[in-house]
């Protein structure tokens, strides 16, 4: 069975620090994998993803994620936090083989507070 | 506003009626996708189309829910007799034809309060 652990409930940073978010997973076959981020009353927004390639993969917003195999981690980094980076991020994960179900399985999300 | 567009926003119904959620996706986006959130969790996946095709339901899905995409474009979720465990945000997401990459568009979601 496909699953998303995020192990910080919340993750405080002050402002130009930089940030980590972490992520592992537990799918069938290679995975895809995604960062989202809801801000209030937003919808989820899309932040980056990984689907095979370079082992870092860059987003929007200053984001990255870096992909380990061997840890089967998808950690989302950024090298200088802002205030506005302050939202809830969800890491999910779709297994890549043929036949695999088309969801996105979704972690229980991890809150980013940046303090000014 | 040409992203994916759910209404109402907010439903406040009493245990036991029926409600009805629409989403309108991203126009010529084909694949269609209900996600349940609850305080706390994130989205828990209940069912797929690609166009007016109901391809995967999740058994989350009882058989008080229902989903539909009639003409591949809009979609809506019915819920009849409402339970308190209804309670959640209902969330429709989309995604364009083509290599699915698994990346979709949500919209803003659709509140429902069961009392």
């Known amino acids: 069975a496909q699953s998303v652990a995020q192990p910080e409930d919340q993750v405080n940073v002050a402002e130009g620090n930089p940030l980590t978010v972490k992520c592992t997973y537990s799918v069938s076959g290679n995975p895809y994998l995604f960062w989202y981020v809801q801000y209030p009353n937003r919808g989820l927004q899309f932040l980056l993803k990984y689907i095979t390639g370079d082992n870092l993969v860059k987003g929007s917003y200053g984001f990255e994620a870096e992909f380990n195999k061997s840890q089967t981690s998808f950690h989302l980094k950024k090298p200088s936090a802002l205030v506005s980076d302050s939202a809830l991020y969800f890491c999910?994960?779709?297994?890549?083989?043929?036949?695999?179900?088309?969801?996105?399985?979704f972690g229980t999300g991890t809150l980013l507070a940046v303090q000014p | 506003d040409t992203g994916v567009s759910q209404n109402p926003r907010h439903k406040i119904t009493k245990r036991g009626q029926n409600v009805t959620f629409r989403c309108d996706p991203i126009?010529?986006?084909?694949?269609l996708y209900w996600y349940r959130q609850t305080l706390g969790q994130g989205p828990e996946f209940l069912t797929y189309f690609q166009n007016e095709a109901q391809l995967e339901k999740s058994r989350l899905l009882s058989d008080r829910f229902s989903a539909e995409r009639p003409k591949g474009s809009f979609s809506t979720l019915e819920i009849q007799r409402t339970e308190q465990g209804d309670s959640a945000m209902y969330l429709c997401?989309?995604?364009?034809?083509?290599?699915?990459?698994?990346?979709?568009?949500f919209g803003e979601g659709s509140r429902l309060t069961v009392l």
């Open positions: 126009s010529e986006h084909n694949r």
């Open positions: 997401a989309s995604s364009p034809a083509g290599p699915d990459t698994g990346e979709l568009f």
């Open positions: 999910a994960v779709r297994a890549n083989y043929g036949g695999a179900t088309n969801k996105l399985i």
